[in-house]
């Protein structure tokens, strides 16, 4: 048992060796971390569902180099959303844009659940107006 | 009997947008955000001379066919007959953006297939085709003589894409002069 625990710590210790981007693109942790979330949200346009942090296709390896050139110009996050949005359109980010194209990929959640509460509570409501007695019961579900 | 309108309606709902999702063509197709915008300006090396450049500037003015390919894509072998057609029509310049390709493998490519292109555009690290929103090659920009993109191809052209998209567009591109 004891070996067995220490190959699996083993084999999570080393996994993130098997990463795509191996070489470390800034000596600021700061702008690696910035560098590492950015192309985590960016989907690899060339293998749909990938982000290009996890893609080796040499389309994602070319974006990681261009918001690589972005981050070191001094570029804000939202100016790198905007080259890879001009060029490629929303669908490039994992993450969409709260825009008047997405409003509704952010706000169909909600109002699912609310519509299903809702309903919930409506057919809860109906149910609590039943006789309890098992014979009417019966008769109210066939009505 | 009212109580059953809703879910009925609920399912029909479903079932149409998974109609229409499933119908749609090409689920990796993507708008280019570039139709109706004006298209990115380029500057490369030439292919089969990389002291000469060509770029924008050589189709200003003219409505032209600009195609992306890399011998790498089987898909541009496919197309490149119909290339070689169009090019010998005459009707429109054609340039290319050679993709992240080899050199001598390109240049065998055009040597044995034939060259269709007025020149091809030498992108070896692939910084224009990000510029020009390129992810599979082959894609082809129909560019207005204004410089905006009319339309974008993903996947190989054919005469029937042809006439059915490049064509009634090629008139209004040449218009919009």
């Given amino acids: 048992m004891k070996r067995f625990l220490i190959a699996a710590i083993a084999m999570f210790a080393v996994m993130p060796v098997a990463a795509i981007d191996k070489d470390r693109a800034f000596d600021d942790p700061v702008l690696q971390a910035r560098y590492e979330k950015i192309i985590a949200e960016v989907r690899c346009l060339k293998c749909q569902n990938q982000s290009i942090k996890d893609s080796n296709v040499f389309l994602a390896s070319d974006l990681r180099r261009e918001i690589r050139r972005l981050i070191a ?4 996050d939202v100016e790198i959303e905007d080259f890879l949005v001009a060029r490629y359109g929303e669908f490039a980010l994992y993450r969409p844009r709260t825009s008047g194209k997405t409003l509704v990929l952010w706000i169909a959640p909600f109002l699912l659940v609310l519509f299903g509460g809702y309903a919930m509570f409506r057919v809860l409501r109906h149910r609590m107006t039943l006789p309890i007695n098992d014979d009417n019961a019966t008769k109210g579900q066939s009505e | 009997m009212s109580r059953y309108v809703l879910p009925l309606v609920a399912v029909i709902a479903l079932i149409v947008f998974l109609v229409i999702g499933l119908t749609r063509g090409d689920p990796r197709a993507l708008p280019s955000p570039y139709i109706g915008k004006p298209a990115p300006q380029f500057e490369l090396p030439q292919l089969k001379d990389l002291a000469a450049t060509v770029g924008s500037e050589d189709f200003r003015g003219q409505v032209a066919l600009v195609n992306v390919w890399a011998t790498w894509c089987v898909q541009c072998r496919v197309e490149h007959q ?19 390709d080899t050199r001598p493998e390109a240049l065998r490519w055009l040597q044995q297939l034939g060259d269709p292109y007025i020149a091809s555009g030498f992108d070896v690290d692939g910084v224009v085709g990000i510029d020009w929103g390129v992810y599979g090659a082959p894609e082809s920009f129909l560019v207005g003589a204004d410089g905006v993109v009319l339309f974008k191809q993903l996947g190989p052209l054919n005469w029937q894409i042809w006439e059915s ?13």
């Fill in chain 2, 165 to 177: 998209d490049f064509v009634p567009l090629i008139a209004s591109g040449e218009s919009s002069q």
């Fill in chain 1, 73 to 76: 110009e001094g570029k804000s």
């Fill in chain 2, 82 to 100: 119909f290339l070689m057609d169009l090019a010998a029509q005459g009707s429109i310049p054609i340039y290319g953006i050679n993709w992240r």
